[in-house]
């Protein structure tokens, strides 16, 4: 079972009952701090995450920030964001801040200290040992026993004996490698001293730092190297082990399974492993222990070498489950026919892939879940592709008698996307951008350099003088027009200016214009497909549903009653966001059914009163897609619009605005 919590539960140790998770706090906290614009780059730098991810985050605080009216995040094109209100509200804000702060390291505490107890804790020695009172202490416990629950774990309660958690040992191992997860920084795959120290009574420094090396020798010696997680995951548990077993608990292995993990190689690699760890930490390893070893050796992630895997394809193949090799042929397959037929020449899609399910399908089998941290960015990013892959998924789940969260369709929609980006780079039909300098040909080519170093996915096709534009423009056709001058408005293509040396704030508005012009038809109609596909009588402004079944329930009859869809969509539209929310951003979700229960494509559209919450977010604007559309390209341009619709901002507001139903059809 995964460990995903739902809303006003912990979610990745954050108690989300505020609607904010730790990056949002430091956004805000950087913005309190600065009495000047903060770029959006610097914000994404000192977060180590996406600038993308910097301006969802902002929108999801706009929401946020509605508690305090007199406070809003004003936006300045290419110079930054910054935090506009009086100091009393701010001042309001920043203790707002540090309760929550407070809040969630005690739970995390509470936590660590249930779970490392060898005895049960009271009530009030819960709340003397953390300064607070029994009230905050019960509250806290709702939470924690909803966590622990997520690992079949309970939290049992005794009058006058106290509180203490019971479940069998790996789960019990499982829910404390979580934990130490959530106490240490996994950015860059490193533990460090300071992180350490606050997972001791937990995982002893000493012995992590001997188990790593340990691990990255055994390694070495494996048939494909392992990815950094990995490595620290594997360190983690089996430090964890280690910890558990010194304190009298064991894991307990049915024999069938031990004996058939005993066969494999992986068994002998981790014999090996345990009989250091044995020898250097003083602990009696049983074979239980070895087997369990194992199966976090056989669900660990690979990482793709592609010089190993140059010297011979065909061993590789020889080494990898057959189960997974032919899944993967099946997905390539499936992606061809939905997206891009190139796919099926792509011999370092195949191989890759190959390598991850493989993986993944052993992680799985022996009940180890991971948490995908990219998983809502991937899902906004590349809807359409983690639409496909997660409907194969589905179909496939009786064949391979498996379960795929939607956390592992991510991470493989993430192979499928480097498959199209090295399809992109190798076709001609680039992003073509024509650069106007007037300062001369060293000035020129700087600026050529500087586009064609940070921006790859481009072609500059050519350098044009002011005076003779016209010309250039006829003859290169570029997409853009990235000029150190100014020019006449009237210019028939988009055109950036832009100062000669490129400065951060410049590169950051291009990058948006490129993103632009990839969602964008010729012709500059943003959302031609989208339109296309409104019938003016099925959008609902003002619907006054509190929640996702009834807004859902209520298109789905409106496409059966006006021939859109058979009666059957409902129930299959409810099954599909039961896999996976459809929520896209910024209000907006993209509901839809089977193929099989529409009779012609539409699109119906619902705005509703008040926004409702859906799954961890909230939504305003529904479009339920009823799709039999057969050209790919045009599918995929619809998925295209509808994610740039959700970070149109001036065009989400229109729509939220209009009193009609003609207004909002013409605002797209």
Known sequence: MSNTIPPSRFTNGVKVVTGVIARHKKIIKALLDANHYLSVTSLADDLRCSEKTVRNDLKVIDQWLQRYPTLKIERKPSVGVRLEGDNEAKETLFRDLLRMNDDEERQLQLLKCLLMADKPMTMQQLADRFYTSKTSIQDDLEEIDYWL?????????????????????????????????????????????????????????????????????????????????????????????????????????????????????????????????????????????????TLHLLGARIRYDRVRLSKGVEQFFSQVDEEALQVTRLLIEHIADHIDARCMNDKELLLGLTIHLHSTFNRLRNGLSITNPMLREIKRTYRYSFEIVLSFMKQMEKTIKLNIPEDEVAYIVLHIQAAFERMKHKQHGRQKVLVVCTTGAGTSRFVEAKLESVFPEIDVVGIASVSKLSESIGEKKPDLLISTVPLPMDIPIPFITVSPLLQDRELETIKDQLFRLRVQKPGGKSYEVLKSLLDERLIFLNLPFENRESVMNYLAEQLYQYGYAYEEYKQSVNERERLSSTYIGNDMAIPHGEVQFIRKSVIAVGRLQNPIVWGEDRVQLVFMIANRMQEKERIKQLFQELVALSEDGGTLKQLKQVKTVNQFYQCL
């Open 149 to 293: 629950r997520s690992f079949h774990l309970k939290l049992i309660r005794k009058p006058n004996l106290g509180l203490r958690v019971e479940g069998e040992e790996k789960n019990w191992r499982a829910a404390l490698s979580k934990l130490v997860e959530l106490f240490v920084d996994h950015a860059y795959y490193m533990l460090n001293e300071q992180q350490l120290k606050m997972v001791a009574d937990v995982i002893q420094p000493y012995e992590v730092a001997f188990i790593e090396k340990a691990v990255q020798e055994l390694e070495a010696t494996l048939p494909f190297p392992l990815t950094d997680e990995a490595i620290i995951s594997l360190t983690i548990h089996i430090a964890i082990a280690v910890k558990r077993m010194k304190q009298g608990h064991r894991i307990q292995m049915n024999p069938a399974q031990l004996e058939e993990l005993q066969q494999k190689r992986e068994y002998k690699l981790a014999e090996q492993l345990a009989r250091k760890i044995e020898m250097w930490l003083a602990v009696k390893i049983p074979a239980a222990e070895v087997g369990y070893m």
